[in-house]
Nanobody, 121 residues
Framework: QVQLVESGGGLVHAGGSLRLSCAAS?????MAWFRQAPGKEREFVGA????????TYTDSVKGRFTIFRDYAKNTIQLQMTDLKLEDTAVYYC?????????????????WGQGTQVTVSS
């Protein structure tokens, strides 16, 4: 299994920006971000398929969040801009053995421990 370690969470004002990072200990294919807000189920944020194809995003973050992937360093980052109160959640990095996984949690075998993002007014 691959270990995933997230970093970069924190407290930010609405409208601000934050960048999350995730480092993988081994070979990964699709890498993705999910999040879980208080009292809600975990939801898909965005995914980076293997091989450089365009990342996919859930509608609520399109145009605000961008995934960057460094294959040499085996890392994935989530650049979040124009943050809203509803973006407050624990953000999880996930890795799949599928080349082009999307939003199904069951497609992801490895998960990070999560990093808290809190957006304040």
């Amino acid at each position: 299994q691959v270990q995933l370690v997230e970093s970069g969470g924190g407290l930010v004002h609405a409208g601000g920006s934050l960048r999350l990072s995730c480092a993988a200990s081994g070979r990964t294919f699709t890498m993705a971000w999910f999040r879980q807000a208080p009292g809600k189920e975990r939801e898909f944020v965005g995914a980076s398929p293997w091989g450089g194809a365009n990342s996919t995003y859930t509608d609520s973050v399109k145009g605000r969040f961008t995934i960057f992937r460094d294959y040499a360093k085996n890392t994935i980052q989530l650049q979040m801009t124009d943050l809203k109160l509803e973006d407050t959640a624990v953000y999880y990095c996930a890795a799949s053995l599928l080349i082009a996984a999307r939003g199904r949690e069951n497609d992801y075998r490895d998960w990070g421990q999560g990093t808290q993002v809190t957006v304040s007014s």
